[in-house]
């Protein structure tokens, strides 16, 4: 049964709402509130599409539902692209901004740079890891199990040693 | 080392090596045979994953999927292009290397041996074996590890003064050795996170695929692989780049249509509008190009969204995104054959080192030295995100380790 990470799509819409971004990217023909505004819809489409996938009745095509889900997703995760480029890129402008640039009140007068915009970027990496990971063990039946039980309790020492690797069989030393 | 070769192992027909541009024709009949199957083009799932499981039991490091010969050829060509490259010998035919040679090929070789000589590479390789199968229904190997093996892979001026001696040739072997590997579709990371090497970071490998590096005009995006969660991703735009770009047949295609070709750095062009296409590949043909060089499905990218590390991987053939997630044709049926035995497959051949049993070989300056601590995975940027994928149970330490 897909997740449809309401959840956590919600937490990243409590981040993303009223997000100052500080200084301009220069030259950028997009910003981080349109890139939001696409993500929002497109998220929104993919909610619609995991919830009819939930009631699916006899004679329905779920093949084909699965489809859409993942084109949905791929939409998603290329708005996900570009708003991650956006972020690591606002995150430069801050950084480098000069100080005047930072003191209008659009921006974050305090701060180098806004660690929001990092929390938005890694929470967004998050949820759509989670939401293809969801899809894989859907679409391709796989067994994606979680290994922490087996993750504890074990040290272990390490160990390197020089290689003697011979030449293979059909290899001639010129 | 030792490989298993598959007993109806394919061959290179013979007029190859001659310069004659039917030669590298003669690649792609090749290539295609190797996904032949009756009247399919897809490899026999039960003959590969029994070839495999014969290989785990025997401890073998890898499985030949092409016979001797053809290894010699393909192997030879690869390792020429190499050491050509950092002796200063330019890879023409009078220096070994065939006219019908594809200029991906070279660049691709020319590009590692750069990178291992400018950041005194050495190859890291699990010391693992078999250890037997899993109890119950995963019948894929499980594995014994006692630490690593490393050789170092880059020439040293007198090495590079003295090609033909015997430290030269020492340092030959281990070339072999990661051809070998890489050959089989061995899973590679190459250290280059500041987080694993905080002084003196090497420069990422990734850095050859993108803009300004030297293999960029033939790389595209892959949207989707099975690798590092949380780099961008699961299987991330931007996180993933597949080399050669011209593999596959049809350069036009939405981009929902087949496995997704946009070129590297297109992401950069939405945000600033750049006059350069978005999408220019897009891999629609379980069918080799002609003429048609060795190296068809080459994945690279990062292991995380910040920091990284780079992987690559040679893959059998590139994904063909359909319901799946590229789990039909040539690339779905290895993924099968794959999650049945985890041993990774590449064109020629498979190998037990992938990450999906914490057996991955690096590619990391030689005075690195593996973590291993709380799990028998190596800890590296990518690997300390728990992936949903691992398997601790394919992989267990020896009693030296523990």
């Known amino acids: 049964m897909l997740k449809d990470f309401k959840t956590e799509w919600n937490a990243i819409w409590k981040i993303s709402d009223g997000l100052q971004t500080g200084v301009e990217i220069k030259d950028s023909k997009t910003t981080i509130p349109d890139q939001i505004r696409l993500l929002?819809?497109?998220?929104?489409?993919?909610?619609?599409l995991v919830d009819a996938c939930g009631s699916v009745k006899k004679g329905d095509d779920p093949i084909a539902l699965l489809a859409k889900i993942e084109e949905s997703f791929i939409a998603v995760q290329t708005i996900e692209e570009v708003l991650l480029t956006l972020i690591d890129l606002q995150i430069d402008a801050n950084k480098t901004a000069p100080k005047g640039a930072l003191m209008r009140p659009s921006s974050y007068p305090s701060t180098l740079y806004n660690p929001t915009l990092e929390k938005l970027g890694t929470e967004l990496s998050s949820v759509v890891a989670a939401m293809q990971a969801d899809l894989l063990a859907a679409g391709l039946?796989?067994?994606?199990?979680?290994?922490?039980?087996?993750?504890?309790?074990?040290?272990?020492?390490?160990?390197?040693?020089?290689?003697?690797?011979?030449?293979?069989?059909?290899?001639?030393?010129? | 080392m030792n490989f298993a070769t598959a007993h109806n192992a394919i061959t290179l027909p013979t007029p190859y090596n001659q310069n004659s541009p039917a030669d590298q024709n003669s690649v792609s009949t090749f290539i295609n045979k190797l996904f032949e199957n009756g009247t399919g083009q897809v490899r026999n799932p039960t003959a590969m994953t029994n070839g495999i499981l014969a290989a785990a039991q025997a401890d073998q490091p890898g499985y030949w999927l092409i016979d001797s010969a053809t290894q010699a050829a393909i192997l030879e060509l690869w390792f020429t292009i190499w050491t050509n490259h950092v002796l200063g010998i330019a890879n023409t035919p009078t220096n070994g290397v065939p006219a019908t040679t594809r200029a991906t090929d070279i660049a691709l070789f020319e590009s590692i041996a750069a990178y291992v000589q400018a950041n005194h590479s050495a190859l890291y390789v699990p010391d693992i074996t078999y250890h037997g199968p899993v109890a119950g229904p995963n019948s894929a190997p499980v594995y014994d590890i006692d630490g690593y093996e490393r050789a170092d892979l880059f020439l040293t001026n007198t090495e590079i003064a003295q090609p033909r001696g015997l430290a030269a040739a020492q340092k030959q072997f281990n070339i072999l050795a990661f051809l070998e590997l890489f050959a089989t579709g061995a899973h590679f990371v190459a250290i280059n996170s500041v987080d694993d090497i905080p002084f003196g970071t090497p420069p990422a490998f990734l850095d050859m695929f993108k803009e300004n590096g030297a293999l960029y005009e033939k790389t595209s995006t892959a949207y989707m692989h099975s690798h590092y969660s949380g780099a961008k991703g699961l299987t991330n735009i931007g996180a993933g780049y597949a080399y050669p770009n011209d593999i596959g047949g049809s350069t036009t295609g939405t981009m929902l249509?087949?496995?997704?070709?946009?070129?590297?750095?297109?992401?950069?062009?939405?945000?600033?509008?750049?006059a350069l296409g978005a999408l220019s590949d897009a891999i629609t043909a379980d069918d080799a190009p002609t003429p048609c060089p060795f190296v068809c499905s080459l994945l690279a990218g990062n292991t995380s969204w910040l920091a990284p590390n780079t992987f690559f991987q040679l893959e059998g053939w590139p994904g063909i995104l359909s319901r799946g997630f590229g789990a039909k044709g040539r690339h779905g049926q290895d993924f099968s054959v794959h999650q049945t035995t985890k041993w990774n497959i590449a064109t020629y051949g498979a190998s037990p080192f992938s990450e999906k049993r914490g057996t991955t070989v690096f590619l990391a300056p030689n005075n690195w030295n593996p973590v291993q601590s709380v799990t028998t995975w190596t800890q590296y940027a990518g690997s300390k995100t728990l992936q949903g994928w691992y398997d601790t149970n394919l992989i267990r330490p020896t009693a030296n380790l523990l």
Do not use: D, H
Request: charged content about 20%; overall charge positive.
């Open chain 1, 40 to 48: 929002k819809a497109e998220v929104t489409t993919y909610q619609q």
């Open chain 1, 141 to 174: 039946n796989t067994e994606v199990k979680t290994a922490q039980e087996n993750m504890a309790g074990v040290s272990i020492k390490p160990k390197v040693t020089e290689a003697k690797f011979t030449a293979p069989s059909w290899f001639k030393t010129k």
């Open chain 2, 257 to 274: 249509g087949g496995y997704i070709g946009a070129r590297t750095g297109s992401t950069l062009r939405t945000i600033f509008g750049a």
